[in-house]
């Protein structure tokens, strides 16, 4: 047994870098159909990678060989089990090396799949534990946790809410392993009949076309009437009228309106020209009718479309979509009248058929924006045919039950089979609704988008019957894949529970790990979303597992998410009620597990707030940390879609029950100790690779390992200083200590970057660059990102954060798929360009630095619903140069670059007037907080920031001598310049507009 003094391999190390390329080549494999990985078998929200799982875990069960407790007969098992892969020295610190060395090697898929490296990973937990070890997890969700947990031999207890997530853990963890071939080889079996048969129902309503090709999709617009007076034709709304740009292949729709006709004429073409192509009938859900010109606005728009549930219903078929056997896989078509009359013999059957299906979100909290468009219910999400469809092939499913009912007698396999049948049914109504985007050649799936659901004006309709776009086949095969690669794995069955994480669900001091990923503050609405899902399930599975699928809906009164949209469970999902639940929840965790035991917490999100009220709960519910470990969960094509501060990493906290007489804590100590730990940390991080702000959030670890130390922490005057606090206040019981964590990682960082002086100004000190510079290089560390590449600037972002811990899906294809334009937004052309952070970060860290940011708002940055932009450099130009052009500056500036440069850089200062700077003028965006006029009149000087700056737009403009002046002038004046010219240049992404301005101008720079 590990004694519980001695520290276990995850509390003092861990091979982060190894381990995130596993999770990265995981996550960039798992979609495809042939990997076999659980998320194959049904979309859940927020899985995780199971590198990462195993690898925490693993570190987590072992001892630290180099600890003075560590078993001496665990070293030598140790040895010898290892000494298979690699040869160790003899000491104890190479045994630990050597032990980190096989984890790294665990958490990667290939090497796993070769048996020695678990049977060695199975032994060493083996040799390390008297008995074999039991993991709980409360809030299991998909399962990675518990399925790795029985992959190295443990015993686990998986538990959940959510009652398509406790289904989906049946499978994975209970009847795969439980009826392992047996259901395979049915699952084979039926599933081919119930595509057979399916095939055989629906055939003559997606048919043939006269060369007998198969429609791939169909592509379909919503209607609504122009309220023009007089006019009143149908207009369909089609954002975008191009259906191919391809060169020689060009297609497109055009609409017309025939002989005073008010039913639309859509037809398919080839244009010559591009400009024989109009625009699209909709932008922002605002209509334009293409008879009269007269825009109809969104809210009529909604008005209309909530009176149609949507419209779904009553949308235009626009083009067909087939193979082109003159080499094109998908090319667009005329819809014939064959096409037609097969979706009205779909509608005729349709209005016979009902299905009960859950009510679609509120609007609000669950970003579920089609409930203000009418779609009340999710089977409004349904187009006529679409209803029928999903309706016959849940028949098939029965039948094809009933059949095999004939043959099986084991009545748990057939539960078994059902279940997987019906697995499929769900997964593959994803691709199967009026939500679905036709992206360019494949169905992006409904959640595409999650967890925000935009409304779609157009959209596309899959058939079930094709090969290659999300028809049944595919959901067939990615099922069978899943439970291909689950068999593979050779695990204890363990059956999951469903309950609340605040329930007792096991006895007291029965666990020996604690490993769970809790729900993250407001990231995912999973209740709301899994309706959909639920819907779907509930239909086939209530007779198989009545009682699970009895409720009309999924739990979501005590779902620990803050999320407004629900009231009930004891008040408003607001953050403290989060915080409480999450607290009792944790705390109810820590009465399951051994006083020796250990616990991992898994926790990553973008917001301040939502790392505040996880810790804070974590410390409430009597946890102590110990260590932490920022690992890549997120996959890299998802990367590229975000727009602000990529989080590509959560933390995996590692903690232990805080023991009841743990001692009170000195602030002083607390405080004299926090930069060193954060400051070692952060450069051990950095050699790992970890930026931005994965790493801001990566050192809440480290502070919290000597914050939680304590039962609390008080100051001279006996006052309690909590986690989190008012971040305004300057006193510590009311600021809190985590206010201190983000001064402590900012100085840090702006130390790194600028230098000692700068992170220690406070205003103007001597010697420091102004705030700008400051603010503006706290803006582009904290946008690094992990990956190595910084993020491009992008549009701002939308309102809603989304979660970087989560995967929107799990399907095929999606994860390329970038984010389409919300088309209930403006159009992303109008959107400004440049780097943005929310609003509550930047203020964090820029207060304890001394940056005053009312007074760079419209001069660096640009506020505007809690997102914080820094301008681009070419939008300053105006304020830089006045109403001048850099040009005309330039000009005058090398007629007499001495006088102009002594002092001041802009140009319409005859001096007396302060120069022009344009976004002092007005600053009605945000007035966050009073600016005198003495330090306006301070910051209307030029600063470093703007003479780099407008260095750079000479440069852009081609101004050589005005360039070689200014620096010139600026070499005279002193080193300031270029030593924060260097450091941008140093933080800006390696393929940037800026950069290479910037570097540029740095080239001329005269050499001393
Ligand atoms: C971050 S996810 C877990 C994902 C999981 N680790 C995986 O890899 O698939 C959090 C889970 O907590 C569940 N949950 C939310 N509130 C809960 C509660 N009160 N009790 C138990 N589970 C809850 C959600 O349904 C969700 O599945
Ligand atoms: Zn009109």
Redesign the pocket.
């Known amino acids: 047994m590990i004694p519980k003094e001695c520290k276990r391999l995850a509390e003092v190390d861990f091979p982060i870098a190894a381990v995130n390329a596993a999770c990265s080549r995981e996550n960039n494999r798992k979609s495809r159909t042939e990997s076999r990985h659980i998320s194959l078998l049904h979309t859940?929200?927020?899985?995780?990678p199971l590198a990462s799982?195993r690898a925490i875990l693993l570190g987590i069960l072992l001892p630290n060989p180099t600890d003075p407790l560590c078993p001496e007969p665990f070293k030598r098992n140790a040895r010898r089990i290892l000494g298979q892969f690699r040869k160790i020295g003899d000491t104890d610190l190479e045994l630990q090396r050597a032990l980190l060395a096989f984890i790294a090697e665990v958490s990667d898929a290939d090497l796993i799949r070769k048996g020695i490296y678990i049977a060695a990973a199975r032994e060493l937990v083996k040799k390390a534990w008297d008995e074999t070890p039991h993991v709980f997890?409360?809030?299991?969700?998909?399962?990675?946790?518990p399925l790795e947990a029985l992959r190295l031999g443990c015993d686990a207890t998986a538990?959940?809410?959510?009652t398509v997530?406790w289904f989906l853990l049946k499978i994975t963890l209970e009847w795969s392993a439980r009826k392992g071939p047996d259901l395979i080889d049915l699952f084979e079996k039926w599933s081919n009949w119930v595509l057979r048969e399916a095939g055989h129902r629906l055939e003559t309503y997606y048919p043939v076309d006269d060369k007998k090709r198969r429609p791939l999709v169909y592509l379909w617009a919503r209607k609504v009437r122009c309220e023009a007076p007089g006019c009143g034709v149908a207009i369909p709304l089609v954002r975008n009228l191009w259906l191919s740009k391809e060169s020689g292949h060009k297609k497109a729709l055009r609409i017309s309106y025939q002989n005073g006709r008010i039913e639309p004429e859509i037809e398919v073409f080839e244009p010559e020209k591009d400009n024989e192509v109009s625009q699209g009938t909709v932008s922002g859900f605002k209509a334009t009718c293409l008879r009269c010109f007269q825009v109809t606005s969104r809210e009529r728009v909604q008005v209309q479309l909530r009176e149609q549930q949507g419209g779904a219903a009553n949308s235009i078929l626009l083009a067909v979509v087939r193979k082109n056997p003159d080499g094109r896989e998908k090319d667009y078509y005329q819809p014939t009248p064959v096409d037609l009359n097969a979706i009205q013999k779909a509608e005729n059957e349709a209005k016979a058929i009902y299905i009960e299906m859950p009510a679609t979100p509120p609007s609000g909290d669950t970003g579920f924006r089609p409930r203000a468009y009418g779609i009340t219910n999710w089977v409004d999400v349904l187009t006529p045919r679409q209803k029928f469809s999903r309706w016959v092939i849940y028949k098939v499913i029965e039948d094809a039950l009933k059949e095999a009912t004939k043959e099986v007698g084991d009545q748990e396999l057939l539960a078994a089979l059902a279940a997987c049948l019906y697995t499929v049914y769900s997964l593959n109504g994803k691709y199967h609704t009026s939500l679905c985007l036709w992206a360019a050649s494949h169905v992006g799936s409904i959640f595409m988008n999650a967890p925000g659901i935009p409304m779609r004006a157009d959209f596309v309709e899959s058939s079930p019957l094709s090969t290659n776009c999300e028809g049944l086949a595919d959901g067939i095969k990615s099922v069978k894949s899943a439970l291909q690669g689950l068999l593979s794995i050779r695990f204890k069955p363990s059956s999951p529970i469903q309950?609340?994480?605040?329930e007792k669900i096991l006895p007291r001091e029965s666990a020996h790990v604690l490993f769970?990923?809790?729900?993250?503050y407001d990231s995912?609405p999973?209740?709301h979303l899994s309706d959909f899902f639920y819907g779907w399930l509930r239909m086939g599975l209530k007779s198989w597992i009545p009682k699970v699928f009895d409720p009309p809906e999924t739990e979501k009164a005590?779902?620990?998410?803050k999320n407004l949209a629900v009231e009930d469970g004891g008040g408003r999902h607001d953050a403290k009620w989060y915080e409480n639940?999450m607290a009792a929840?944790l705390s109810q965790s820590r009465e399951v597990l051994v006083p020796d035991g250990i616990g991992s917490v898994?926790f990553a999100h973008k917001s301040t707030e939502g790392w505040e009220s996880l810790v804070s709960a974590l410390i409430r519910a009597g946890w102590l940390v110990t260590a932490s470990w920022p690992i890549m969960t997120e996959w890299s094509a998802r990367m590229r879609a975000k727009e602000s501060a990529a989080l590509a990493a959560s933390v995996h906290l590692v903690c232990r029950p805080r023991s009841e007489d743990a001692p009170i804590g000195d602030w002083s100590e607390v405080l004299r100790e926090l930069p060193k730990r954060v400051g070692d940390w952060m450069e051990r991080l950095q050699s790992e690779g970890i930026r931005g702000a994965d790493l801001v959030f990566a050192c809440i670890g480290p502070a919290l390992e000597i914050y939680s130390r304590y039962s609390k922490v008080v100051d001279a005057e006996e006052r309690e200083i909590p986690l989190g606090g008012d971040p305004e206040a300057t006193e510590p019981h009311r600021k809190g200590f985590l206010a201190y964590v983000w001064e402590v990682v900012g100085h840090t960082a702006l130390e790194q970057v600028l230098g000692t002086a700068e992170a220690k100004a406070r205003n103007s000190t001597a010697g420091a660059l102004e705030e700008d510079a400051r603010l503006t290089a706290l803006f582009l560390w904290t946008l690094q990102s992990t990956n190595g590449e910084s993020p491009s600037p992008q549009p701002s972002p939308k309102g809603r954060g989304r979660e970087m811990?989560?995967s929107p899906a799990e399907g095929r294809g999606e994860e390329v798929e970038e984010e389409e334009g919300d088309e209930e937004e403006e159009s992303p052309k109008k959107k400004k360009q440049g780097y943005s952070l929310i609003f509550d970060v930047v203020r964090r860290f820029a207060q304890p630095l001394g940056i005053h940011l009312p007074e760079w708002e419209g001069r660096i940055i640009e506020t505007e619903k809690g997102i914080v932009r820094l301008l681009s450099v070419k939008e300053r130009a105006k304020q830089l140069f006045g109403e001048e052009s850099a040009q005309a500056f330039a000009e005058r500036f090398e007629r007499s670059p001495e006088v102009s440069l002594q002092l001041k850089l802009f140009p319409e200062g005859e001096r007396g007037a302060a120069p022009e700077i344009k976004g002092h003028k007005g600053r009605k965006k945000k007035a966050i907080g009073a600016v005198s006029d003495e330090a306006l009149r301070g910051r209307q000087e030029a600063t470093t920031l703007d003479r780099v700056h407008a260095a750079m737009l000479l440069q852009a403009n081609g101004r050589t001598n005005a360039l070689r002046a200014l620096l010139k002038a600026e070499q005279d004046r002193g080193p300031d310049f270029l030593r924060l010219a260097n450091a941008l240049s140093a933080l800006y992404p390696k393929v940037n507009e800026e950069k290479r301005l910037l570097d540029a101008m740095l080239l001329a720079m005269p050499r001393t």
Do not use: K, M, Q
């Not at 769970?516 to 993250?520: A, G, M, Q």
């Not at 005590?558 to 998410?561: N, P």
């Open positions: 859940w929200w927020a899985r995780r799982c997890d409360p809030f299991a969700g998909g399962g990675s946790i538990s959940e809410l959510n997530a309950a609340d994480a605040l769970t990923d809790p729900p993250y995912i999973y209740a005590v779902e620990i998410t639940r929840a898994i811990g989560d």
